[in-house]
């Protein structure tokens, strides 16, 4: 007798799952589900150029340096140029700001309702070594309605709540898109057989208490007090000891502490007393995906959501995973700094 053939779809598509969600959304025209339509196909570009870069002419610097004075690398520039094209083709997009370009840009005038702040490839020390690296991305509305053409630094300097949507993709063993609308966190996979990023996990949680703690200890001399003795605590029988995670790519540092649990820290440094990762494309889009996963993101002082942004490059600390584990942090920090 002849196999059983499956016939009914047994995936879903994030294209679907946008679509679904934005259905019982009040004000949804599906220009959202456009928009992030350019996400994804700029996301499996790059994803394609990643998985072949070591046979590819795209490894290695590209003799330029960024606003940030550092060194980048031509998979930055092709990353920022695949998004820069997907999402100027949307016709939606009003201005875009990116960590290789030093202001924001105009792509259309007062038609383009959205405002796509990222960092096109995150983890640029991991690109030549064939180690997980990604795309951020945070998105904003814009108040059209006094467009007068030049100020649009307001429209780009949003606090972190105004974000409408926020997500990155890792491009690591697969290839992993995980983004929030402020209706939870879902995950996708990109099936290479379907040439689509398909629903692995919906509504993901982030465990209250994972017992990984994630930092380049490198930099332990210049850590404030609070730090050391949080991280030495970490390393005691009483706290079991937690197992030490760094893949110095911070989208993927985030991805397993999203799934495993436990902390992430950039403090503030002697090389960066500000911290080194930066608000806008780094910070806030982690914080919105850490608090609908039921975590949290600070800089030590505040939650990374509430702060005022002051500049596109600004940076700041960041500290973000489990409640239970930020709020044993902030008992050090307050104690001891
Ligand atoms: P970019 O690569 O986008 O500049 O991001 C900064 C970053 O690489 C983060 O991904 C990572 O968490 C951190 O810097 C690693 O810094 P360090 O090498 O100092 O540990």
């Not at 608090?291 to 702060?307: M, N, V, W």
Request: proline share 3%; glycine share 10%; with cysteine.
């Amino acid at each position: 007798m002849a196999a059983e053939i499956a016939t009914e779809k047994t995936f879903v598509t994030v294209q679907e799952h946008i679509l679904t969600q934005q259905r019982d959304h009040p004000t949804a025209t599906g220009a959202f589900s456009w928009l992030l339509s350019g996400i994804t196909l700029a996301a499996r570009i790059i994803s394609a150029k990643v998985r072949r870069a070591g046979i590819l002419e795209v490894l290695g610097d590209a003799g330029d340096v960024n606003v940030h004075g550092e060194q980048q690398q031509k998979l930055d520039i092709l990353a920022n140029k695949t998004i820069e094209q997907c999402l100027g083709y949307r016709g939606n997009v009003g201005i875009i700001a990116s960590e290789e370009l030093d202001e924001p840009k105009v792509l259309t005038g007062s038609s383009g309702k959205y405002v796509v702040i990222f960092d096109p490839l995150d983890g640029s020390s991991n690109i030549d070594v064939n180690v997980s690296v990604g795309t951020i991305f945070a998105i904003f509305e814009r108040d059209t309605s006094n467009f007068n053409g030049i100020d649009h630094v307001a429209d780009v300097l949003q606090g972190g709540r105004r974000q409408v949507a926020a997500g990155y993709v890792v491009y690591g063993s697969s290839t992993v898109l995980t983004y929030t609308t402020g209706r939870g966190v879902h995950m996708f996979t990109l099936d290479p057989t379907v040439g689509s990023f398909v629903l692995a996990q919906e509504n993901v949680v982030m465990p209250t208490n994972g017992k990984y703690f994630s930092v380049n200890e490198g930099n332990w001399n210049s850590f404030a007090r609070g730090i050391q003795e949080y991280l030495k605590w970490c390393k005691t029988e009483e706290a079991g000891p937690y197992s030490a995670r760094y893949i110095g790519s911070l989208v993927a540092d985030f991805h397993r502490t999203l799934l495993r649990g436990g902390i992430f820290l950039y403090p503030a440094t002697a090389k960066a007393p500000q911290g080194k990762l930066r608000l806008m494309y780094e910070a806030n889009p982690i914080a919105f995906l850490a608090e609908q996963a039921g975590g949290i993101a600070t800089d030590g002082k505040q939650e990374i959501l509430d702060k005022t942004p002051h500049s596109l490059h600004e940076r700041t600390p960041l500290f973000v995973g489990s409640k239970s584990e930020l709020a044993r942090l902030q008992r050090y920090l307050d104690e001891w700094d």
